[in-house]
């Protein structure tokens, strides 16, 4: 089993920047596809961003494309998503998850895994 702590949410200006990690323990990221989601307030979980287990293939949501990259460090096994440009769309709770499969997914549920989350506040 693995456990997700998040980290890096705050509260940001329209135009600014933030990168969030995703800090695993228990047992390896790299047996793992990772994924980014997120939540707003009366909204449902949505798929943002994931990055396959091995070879590091990546995928997005048409809604950050060209302003978010997801990358992982293999080393200090964590994941982060560097996100730039964000607009007050973006403000959700965001959650790392992790699933056993090669590639990632943009399904929730193909995840097995979740972190406790962390705000992201955009003000305008």
């Known amino acids: 089993q693995v456990q997700l702590v998040e980290s890096g949410g705050g509260l940001v200006q329209a135009g600014a920047s933030l990168r969030l990690s995703c800090a695993a323990s228990g047992r390896t990221l790299s047996r793992y596809a990772m994924g980014w989601f997120r939540q707003a307030p009366g909204k449902e979980r949505e798929f943002v961003a994931t990055?396959?287990?091995?070879?590091?293939?990546?995928a997005y949501a048409d809604s950050v494309k060209g302003r978010f990259i997801i990358s992982r460090d293999k080393t200090k096994n964590v994941v982060y998503l560097q996100m730039n440009r964000l607009n007050p769309d973006d403000t959700a709770v965001y959650y790392c998850?992790?699933?056993?499969?090669?590639?990632?997914?943009?399904?929730?549920?193909?995840?097995?895994?979740w972190g406790q989350g962390t705000q992201v506040t955009v003000s305008a």
């Open positions: 990055i396959s287990r091995s070879i590091g293939s990546t």
């Open positions: 998850a992790a699933t056993p499969l090669t590639l990632g997914s943009g399904e929730a549920s193909r995840y097995d895994y």
